[in-house]
């Protein structure tokens, strides 16, 4: 029997260089379940805006769904660069995924009383998988050994202080959420330490796959937002605003798909630095995706009489995080990839987006502004195909 057909292989590392290297349907399942949990933070950001909380509930989706973007995004780079498919990878990642459920599952008493137990519980299964897992790569990369060594040592060691948080924390205490960004800022110093040794060999176009489907799923979040608005105005008295919202959802999801898949080539460079910002800097874009979804959710409230806020809020809870997308795209890749006052477009429209709710109630003004945006960057794409630093 040969070793690609044993159940248990060793986890050697992939080519970087492999042609036609595509997302798995293990993937695809993993995502399945990470869009779950996404969904669930943005109901509680939803709820929260719609009934007059929107600081507390902002920042309570901050803390859930970096906890899911960070366990999907190590995972998601692990597999790039050791992904062998064996039976003990998939297990493992099954159990990350229960994990996931798990989390998605606490998101709601995260919401409502900062009760983080079945939050960190779920966490912790999944990123006590992942330290078997690069404690698998150390076992059979010798040349990379002490890289996986400090991503497993470093990972264990921060759910340790979860743990500890989550036993001795009190979620009324001032220093609660401090402790809690702490614990973040410790996450993501794991890999910039792990990788300073050695880097890991991921793939670079498998990555940027990778990312445009988690993308997808955020996106998916503000289609939901417009099936709520058609569906409200079959269920209750019709009410053409219910129709503008559902139009206003299609226009802006189309348009920031537009302005995130114009350029082909997404990611320039595999050093260090660039692949490091180019992972942490998709945080405010896929939380922005969805959050965008979650302002959907509320204009419907809103319209239907269901919220306890103003017509305002609804469009800021739109205009807001629409902007942060933008902003998000120019600073992993616009700011790369386009020269000179080119390079600006992007800030330029979000700010203009960011402000027309303090004006007057414009949301199809901002998903004219967000159609506006992705023509002019598509354009620009054509005009600037090769400036890169």
Known sequence: MTERKRAIRPMHPRDPAEPHRAATALELLFDLVTVIAIAAAAEGLHHAIAEAHA??????????????????????????????DDAVFRLLTMVIMAGSLALAAGVDGLFRALDIHLVVGGYVVMRLAMVLLWLRAAGADRARRTTNLRYAGGIAIVQLYWVLLMVLGSPGSTAFVPLMLLGFLFELGVPAFAERATTTPWHRHHIVERYGLLTLIVLGEILLGASLALQAAAREAFDARLVHVALSALVITFAMWWLYFCEEEQLHGSGLRRALLWGYGHLPIFAAGAAVGAGFAVLVDIVAGHAHVPLRVGDMAVA??????????????????????????????????????????????????????????????????????
């Open 55 to 84: 600081a507390q509930g902002v920042l309570r989706f901050a803390l859930a769904f970096f906890a899911i973007w960070w366990a999907w995004m190590n995972f998601t780079w692990f597999a790039s660069a050791y992904d062998n």
């Open 320 to 389: 807001i995080p629409l902007a942060l997308y933008m902003a998000g795209l120019w600073l992993v890749r616009d700011r790369f990839v386009l020269a000179g006052p080119a390079g600006l477009v992007l800030p330029l429209f979000a700010l203009a987006i960011v402000a027309l709710p303090f004006a007057f109630p414009a949301l199809e003004a901002i998903a004219a502004l967000a159609a506006l945006a992705a023509a002019v960057r598509a354009r620009l794409g054509h005009r600037h195909p090769g400036h890169h630093r």
